[in-house]
C-alpha cells in the first residue's frame, strides 16, 4: 500500500482510495476530518460492512509534512508508536473499563500499513469532543467524567511502569520529538510574554532536572479535545462512553505532564470561557487520579504553570487582553510556586486539590 508523497491534500486523498481499494476497507468516499495539524486524518465509508457492522472507519495517514503548518516537521514514528501503544491498550483490561455509569476506552486499530504510514481505526460515531461538548454538562455529570479519567490516566500510568518491553521501549524512547517541539515553543513564549526574566531562566533549569524524573510512558497529548463523548445527555439509561484518541505524541516522560495538561486544558477552558463546570470536572479529576506524592504535585503545578504559555494555540481567537495577562500572570505564579515547593502558596490557589490528602 504505497502512497505517492505529494503535497496537495487532495492527491494524498486520491491515493488513500486507491490504495485502499486493494484492500477490506475499501472505501466509497473519504472526507477529511477536522481539529489535526500533524496528521491527514478522514472518516471513509466502506464500500462492505466489517465484521463488527461498521460501515465507517478513520483513516490516519502520516507524513513527515503538514499543510497546515508551514514550515513543520515530525518524523513519521510517530505513526508506529500511536499503533503500538494501541494494540498493547487493547489487549488489557483497560480497553474497556466502567466506572460508575461512564465506559472509558481506546478506539480499536483495525490495520497499519507501515509503508506508507496509514492507520485504519475505528469510527467513535455520534460522538464530540469533550471540549466542544462541556459547555452543555451538569456540573455531577462533568465531576463524574473527570473522577473517571483520572482514574483510567492512572490505571494507565501504573500499567505502563510495568509493562513495557525492550522493543516497545525504544519505539516510546524515539518519540520525543512532538513534545521537544512543544518545549521548545513554551520556551519561545515564556522568554517573549514573562516579564521577569529570573523565572525564565529558572524555569529551563528546572525542566531539565524534572523531565529526568520518574520516567514513564505519556500520552502525550491528553486534553479535553483528545477525549470523545457519546450519549453526554445519559439518554436512554445507556452509560457515557468516553474514547481517548489521538496517541501519536505518546513517549517517554514524566507522566505529570498528562496530569498537568488535562488541568491545564481545563483551567482554560474556564477562564477564557466562563464554563464554570470546568472546575467540577478538574477537582474530580484529581481526586479521581488519586492521592500523589507531594514530589509529583510540585511537578504537576510546574507542568501546569507551563502549558498555560501555550494559549495561542488552544485559544479561539476571542480572548481579551486582560484575560490573556491574568492567565499569563497565573502561569508565572505557578512555575515560582511549583519550582520552590510553595506548599502554603499552592494551597491557596486552583490546584490546592493536588496537596489534598
Known sequence: MAIQ???TPSNI???????LSRTRYACSTIKRLSGGYVNFTYRGTILCPLSDGSTSVIVKHGEEYSTELRGFSASTIRCEAEQSIIRRVNQIWLQNVIYDSLSIRIPRLYHFFPQSNTQIMEDITESKTLHGGLQFLSAPTAASIGQSLGAWIASFHSWARSHTDPSFSSVLGNNGELYEKQVRRMCINLSSECENK??????????LEIDKEDVGVVHGDFTSRNVLVQNSHGRAKRPISLAIVDWEACHLGNQSRDIATFIGSLYMEHHFHGIEVARSMLQGFVQGYGPLREDLAFRVVVHTGMYFFLWKIYGDGKQTEKQVRELLQLAQDLLVKGCEKDREGITQSFLGCLLKP
Open 5 to 7: 508523497v505529494t503535497k
Open 198 to 207: 529570573r523565572v525564565v531562566e529558572y524555569y529551563r533549569d528546572r525542566l
Open 13 to 19: 486523498e486520491a491515493d488513500i482510495i486507491e490504495a
